[in-house]
């Protein structure tokens, strides 16, 4: 006889639960340093990132003038579908304690951010939106250049923020940035249909 999906999921929550514990512990604690503290806390607010999205907004629009403002929409698509999976969808019906609201975990960890939502950890929704733009701008933008995958660093530097301060746990980010990827994919193979790839004007 089958298990009822509530106690099977239970059982992998205490399962994943010490090594997420063990890793976030440690991605704060003891991978730390001070310049990380003053620097990655930036890393996750969208107005930090703003030079970059203007420059990729100008840089397309210069070599695709017919395209570039459905290329842009796309991208704002990617974020806002990736928002609303992982907040409205998976966060409604998976509800893990955040580490920074779990007495058990914060008392472990250093804050140096004043913000912890009350709402569910899993997944990231920071990692997923993140991944999923990424994932776009690699698959759009790789007929420029070469250096397209360093989006995924990008976008991997704010998953791993969002452990560093303690608001997710790395299951979290790491669940978050899959969906995304597969959403950004899915996305820049709709835009590649209904628009057509982006080229460098002749």
């Not at 604690?29 to 310049?35: E, M």
């Not at 997710?168 to 193979?189: A, T």
């Amino acid at each position: 006889m089958d298990l009822p999906a509530a106690p099977l999921l239970l059982t992998f929550w205490q399962q994943i639960q010490p090594i997420d514990q063990w890793l976030i512990v440690h991605i704060n604690q003891n991978w730390s340093s001070s310049w990380l503290d003053a620097i990655l806390p930036f890393f996750r607010e969208p107005l930090f990132w703003a030079p970059m999205y203007l420059f990729l907004i100008v840089f397309v629009g210069m070599n695709n003038p017919k395209k570039w403002i459905w290329w842009a929409l796309a991208l704002v698509l990617c974020a806002a579908i990736s928002d609303i999976i992982s907040s409205q969808v998976i966060k409604q019906l998976v509800m893990r304690v955040r580490p920074c609201q779990d007495p058990d975990v914060s008392i472990l960890l250093r804050f140096f951010i004043k913000y912890c939502p009350q709402s569910s950890s899993f997944t990231s929704s920071h990692a997923t939106s993140y991944f999923a733009q990424a994932c776009f701008l690699h698959q759009t933008l790789k007929y420029y250049s070469k250096w397209t995958p360093l989006f995924f660093i990008w976008s991997g530097s704010v998953a791993y923020t969002q452990v560093y301060v303690g608001v997710h746990y790395p299951f979290d980010v790491l669940c978050g940035g899959l969906l995304g990827y597969f959403i950004g994919l899915f996305i820049s193979k709709l835009f590649d249909k209904q628009v057509g790839s982006l080229r460098l004007v002749a």
